[in-house]
């Protein structure tokens, strides 16, 4: 049985209070449709977390932090810890982030002892991969995701705590994104990887595709085998767009 599919939207940078008024609305718009067949979690960021929070209380819409802090605790001015997220009800973190691995210089070692944290928290991690232009050019996109998969997922991870995303970072908010048999080849990759750390139950962890996720593309993509949801940038700040999205599941 594929794992239940998760659509997750990560707000970045975006969106103040009032933007809740977005979260009520997918509220509504779930309501009216009933039991999903898939998860539904929104990562705004960590100013909105309890505000997102509150607005999606009564629903089945989970919140996630979008980063964390590889410790708890301490002298870390500005930085977030996993366990700070799950005081305020997160369920998932989002970690390695392709734009946190360019923008912060994180390494695959840091993204391992951020994902720790994540679990120690009790919370499931959120693993992004992927590979730039570049990298895809030179024919080297399976060693890039295979080695960042190797190295990312920390020691403890379990099935059941662990999702991987993969997002090509060339197709990250430019609405370019990789043909169906692309996204087949290197989330067959991932799940063969998987089945080797983790033997049958690598059958269990989602492997989410991230990079331009719209309405209009999101039942191809999420039809690709072993694409068991997606992670939705731009389009997860409007819930007519999101909700959009989570269509893809629903006939
Ligand atoms: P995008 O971002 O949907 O805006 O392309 C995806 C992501 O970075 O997670």
């Known amino acids: 049985m594929p794992p239940r599919p998760l659509v997750a939207g990560n707000w970045k940078m975006n969106g103040l209070r009032a933007n ?3 979260v009520e609305k997918l509220k509504r718009l779930m309501a009216g449709h009933g039991a999903l067949p898939c998860d539904v979690l929104i990562c705004p960021p960590a100013t909105l977390v309890s505000t ?3 607005a999606a209380q009564g629903s089945a819409i989970l919140v996630g932090g ?12 500005g930085d977030v810890s996993a366990a700070m997220f799950a005081d305020l009800g997160c369920s998932h973190i989002i970690v390695g982030h392709s734009e946190r691995r360019a923008d912060h210089g994180e390494t695959s070692a840091l993204v ?4 720790a944290a994540v679990h120690a928290a009790g919370l499931a991690a959120i693993i992004c991969v992927g590979e730039t232009e570049a990298e895809r050019d030179a024919g080297q996109t399976l060693k890039v995701v295979g080695e960042q998969v190797a190295q990312s997922l920390p020691a403890g991870a379990l099935p059941g705590n662990t999702t991987i995303a993969y997002e090509p970072v060339w197709a990250i908010g430019t609405g370019r994104t990789p043909t169906e ?5 290197v989330h067959g990759f991932i799940r063969d990887a998987l089945h080797k750390r983790f033997g049958a139950a ?3 962890v989602r492997i989410l595709y991230g990079g331009s996720v719209k309405p209009a593309n999101a039942k191809a993509l999420m039809a690709v ?9 731009g389009a997860s700040l409007k819930a007519d767009d999101f909700w959009g999205i989570i269509g893809a599941y629903l006939g």
Do not use: I
């Open 20 to 22: 809740a008024a977005e």
């Open 52 to 54: 997102v929070a509150a």
């Open 66 to 77: 979008q980063d964390c802090h590889p410790k708890v605790s301490g002298a870390h001015t």
């Open 112 to 115: 391992a002892a951020k994902a």
């Open 181 to 185: 048999a692309e996204v087949a080849e």
């Open 202 to 204: 690598g059958g269990e």
């Open 225 to 233: 085998n072993n694409v068991d949801g997606a992670l939705v940038g």
